[in-house]
């Protein structure tokens, strides 16, 4: 895979202001704080390794993850989680889903009275099945301001300033609006929604089906399926947005369709990548060392089994993922099973 080349960056007028948090050294974390920072938003990123944060000063960069994004001067990092917070107006969490509630535990006494409080996790929690707006209702106290980012969004390419959009998704308007305008720059663009539901559910669901997608056409099956497994997972997950409480018209947004599309369909998603080279022969375990990253779809797999099942929610696309992963099933035979359904409308 080629590197994508860093596209000239012109920060918009930004004022500075008390500093924004962002908990998770990973790839999307770091990106999310090189945008905050481009608009001179006085930005701390923190992550578990201390060795990697001590490079990442050193450098300017994450050599691991985000080689070539040069550090806004705004950008500080810090190893020490309480001074990470202290003082910071907004805190952002971007850790995968499983690593959630034991940081926002952790970070929880740490929080101001007004600190508020976002997230760029995606998926359900295993076991409990629960999004990461319900997990953080059950650690934070009444009353506190959160949202939730998502949206079809590489983290290279936001790190190399390339055009892209997103979603914030709040209850407190004001909240996801102040977000929305401190990312906001002449190359990224941020929507809100109040949806935080929906957002979220379209974020755990194109996983999967992104996994779906891989296998579909590391088996060859043609652009024809691809565009049929897109559109009839949009449906499957409509049908357990809706049935959680969520709008429809979440899902045909940014963080839905736009999500989906983008997952599904270009090899930077290691969602993908994860059904391209079990389709090649590799069991899961062999495709996720060689990915050497998380991949997120591969336990939002289990647990969206289990959520579906919960909430009788019929997603034949998304339980022959899971029966490639967990229970022993092939590729070919998961397609076979799936041409073999019942004939049925569209609309159902």
């Given at each position: 895979?080629?590197?994508?080349?860093?596209?000239?960056?012109?920060?918009?007028?930004?004022?500075?202001?008390?500093?924004?948090?962002?908990?998770?050294?990973?790839?999307?974390?770091?990106?999310?704080?090189?945008?905050?920072?481009?608009?001179?938003?006085?930005t701390r990123l923190w992550?578990?390794?201390?060795?990697?944060?001590?490079?990442?000063?050193?450098?300017?960069?994450?050599?691991?993850?985000?080689?070539?994004?040069?550090?806004?001067?705004?950008?500080?990092?810090?190893?020490?989680?309480?001074?990470?917070?202290?003082?910071?107006?907004?805190?952002?969490?971007?850790?995968?889903?499983?690593?959630?509630?034991?940081?926002?535990?952790?970070?929880?006494?740490?929080?101001?009275?007004?600190t508020k409080l976002a997230?760029?996790?995606?998926?359900?929690?295993?076991?409990?099945?629960?999004?990461?707006?319900?997990?953080?209702?059950?650690?934070?106290?009444?009353?506190?301001?959160?949202?939730?980012?998502?949206?079809?969004?590489?983290?290279?390419?936001?790190?190399?300033?390339?055009?892209?959009?997103?979603?914030?998704?709040?209850?407190?308007?004001?909240?996801?609006?102040?977000?929305?305008?401190?990312?906001?720059?002449?190359?990224?663009?941020?929507?809100?929604?109040?949806?935080?539901?929906?957002?979220?559910?379209?974020?755990?669901?194109?996983?999967?089906?992104?996994?779906?997608?891989?296998?579909?056409?590391?088996?060859?099956?043609?652009?024809?399926?691809?565009?049929?497994?897109?559109?009839?997972?949009?449906?499957?997950?409509?049908?357990?947005?809706?049935?959680?409480?969520a709008r429809r018209e979440?899902?045909?947004?940014?963080?839905?369709?736009?999500?989906?599309?983008?997952?599904?369909?270009?090899?930077?998603?290691?969602?993908?990548?994860?059904?391209?080279?079990?389709?090649?022969?590799?069991?899961?375990?062999?495709?996720?060392?060689?990915?050497?990253?998380?991949?997120?779809?591969?336990?939002?797999?289990?647990?969206?089994?289990?959520?579906?099942?919960?909430?009788?929610?019929?997603?034949?696309?998304?339980?022959?993922?899971?029966?490639?992963?967990?229970?022993?099933?092939?590729?070919?035979?998961?397609?076979?099973?799936?041409?073999?359904?019942?004939?049925?409308?569209?609309?159902?």
């Amino acid at each position: 895979m080629t590197d994508i080349a860093t596209a000239p960056i012109v920060s918009a007028p930004c004022a500075s202001g008390p500093p924004v948090a962002v908990l998770g050294a990973g790839s999307w974390g770091t990106a999310l704080a090189i945008q905050f920072a481009r608009c001179a938003r006085p930005t701390r990123l923190w992550g578990r390794d201390r060795a990697q944060l001590a490079d990442m000063a050193r450098l300017r960069r994450n050599e691991r993850y985000l080689p070539s994004a040069l550090f806004p001067e705004a950008l500080q990092i810090e190893p020490d989680l309480a001074a990470a917070v202290a003082g910071a107006r907004d805190l952002l969490i971007a850790v995968p889903t499983h690593a959630f509630r034991e940081l926002l535990t952790r970070a929880l006494p740490l929080l101001g009275q007004t600190t508020k409080l976002a997230w760029a996790s995606k998926g359900f929690e295993l076991p409990s099945g629960l999004l990461p707006h319900q997990v953080a209702r059950e650690v934070l106290e009444p009353g506190r301001s959160v949202a939730v980012l998502s949206g079809p969004t590489f983290a290279r390419e936001v790190g190399a300033g390339l055009p892209t959009a997103m979603t914030i998704a709040s209850t407190d308007h004001a909240f996801a609006a102040s977000l929305a305008k401190d990312l906001s720059s002449e190359n990224f663009r941020a929507y809100t929604s109040s949806d935080i539901g929906g957002v979220e559910v379209g974020g755990a669901v194109k996983n999967v089906l992104a996994i779906g997608a891989g296998l579909s056409d590391g088996l060859g099956l043609g652009a024809n399926t691809r565009v049929a497994l897109i559109t009839r997972g949009l449906a499957e997950m409509m049908r357990l947005g809706v049935a959680l409480g969520a709008r429809r018209e979440t899902f045909m947004g940014l963080a839905g369709l736009g999500d989906l599309v983008l997952t599904c369909t270009d090899d930077q998603s290691r969602n993908r990548q994860l059904g391209l080279q079990i389709a090649a022969g590799r069991t899961a375990q062999e495709a996720l060392a060689a990915i050497g990253q998380v991949v997120e779809g591969y336990p939002a797999a289990r647990a969206l089994h289990d959520v579906a099942a919960r909430h009788r929610v019929e997603m034949p696309l998304s339980e022959s993922v899971y029966r490639v992963l967990y229970a022993g099933v092939t590729p070919a035979e998961a397609v076979r099973e799936l041409m073999t359904r019942p004939i049925r409308s569209e609309l159902e």
